[in-house]
């Protein structure tokens, strides 16, 4: 983990305002690491400037309160929405991605690039680019 925490990937303002603990356990702790070993920090090393994790960890009662889907990958650690500030940069980032075949499960294209979901199985990477 060169570039990202993993306070920053379980930071959540929303937590934070309805009292909700988020702290990982360790199985989504680990998932995390492999996540940022895999894709983030290889993507950040490629893009050569800061990428904000949005959203990280959610425990499931974090996820209901933002309305994440039911079984998200988010709730195991094996995902984050990510920005680069801009929707014309994220689509650049986008295509960073696609080029650099990182060994992602999901890449969504959040809302015309105002985010992008990435997420990372060990050993289960499905390579799905899907657009939201």
Partial sequence: MRYFTIQELTRSTTARLMGIDNRPPASAVKALHELVDQVLDPLREAWG??????S??????LNEAVGGTPGSQHQRGEAADITVGSRAANRRLLALIKRLDLPVDQCIDEKGCRWIHVSHRKGRNRRMYMKF
Avoid at 49 to 54: D, F, L, M, Q, T
Avoid at 56 to 61: A, D, I, V
Wanted: net charge positive; proline share 17%; aromatic share 8%.
């Fill in 49 to 54: 400037g800061p990428i904000r994790v949005n």
């Fill in 56 to 61: 990280g960890y959610r425990c499931p009662e």
